[in-house]
């Protein structure tokens, strides 16, 4: 039995509004699966970021421990010429009546030490003098700083992207555009923290 005219338009226009239904959800999981795809891409890029700020603490704590090494080393070979020209010269003061020969081996003897004195304490050349030394550790300190700042937020960047993009997976099986609205604001944190691991334009209060 044929449907009558209203019946008819109702079953077509049910059938056009699900047939939209579908389309809009169709593009809905569309749109959704990219949001997801630019979040594990960014979430890649923060465990570089992360992983690149570790290695720079560590290796840059490791050099500033070696150059502080050194430097200690090199004051301490100062220190006991600076006592070996210390007592040479007590001693031309308490023999006023040494020889002039000796006097002079003496007096070179000291000229010598207050030389490697002074190149212990800087010596451009090598770049290996005391003061030299001291600027390359408090350099490495500072990289060390640095990456140690950078540290987390690459890793609350992390953390962010991975439950954004398990929330932008959920609201694909669900249907559900809260959800993706949800991910979407907790990706755009971690993007923000994650710019602010490289470029470190505010301090975290939490880290």
Do not use: C, H
């Not at 039995?1 to 209203?6: K, V």
């Not at 451009?124 to 408090?138: D, M």
């Amino acid at each position: 039995m044929a449907l009558e005219a209203p019946e008819a338009a109702d079953a077509a226009e049910a059938i056009k509004e699900a047939s939209e239904e579908r389309a809009s959800s169709e593009r809905f999981r569309r749109r959704a699966a990219v949001t997801i795809g630019v979040l594990a891409m960014l979430l890649a890029i923060s465990g570089l970021g992360g992983g690149n700020a570790t290695k720079e603490m560590i290796n840059s704590n490791i050099l500033a421990s070696d150059t502080w090494a050194f430097y200690q080393a090199k004051n301490i070979r100062q220190t006991s010429n600076q006592l070996a020209a210390n007592e040479l010269s007590v001693l031309l003061l308490s023999q006023p009546d040494m020889p002039p020969a000796s006097r002079d081996q003496v007096q070179r003897r000291i000229d010598s030490y207050q030389a490697t004195i002074a190149r212990y304490e800087s010596d451009p050349s090598t770049g290996e003098g005391k003061v030299e030394l001291q600027n390359r550790a408090q350099a490495f300190e500072q990289r060390r700083d640095r990456a140690a700042r950078q540290d987390p937020n690459f890793d609350f960047a992390q953390a962010l992207f991975q439950i954004s993009i398990v929330l932008g997976s959920v609201s694909i099986v669900a249907t559900s555009r809260r959800l993706l609205v949800l991910g979407l604001a907790l990706g755009a944190v971690a993007t923000v923290l994650m710019l602010n691991g490289f470029l470190l334009v505010f301090e975290l209060p939490f880290a």
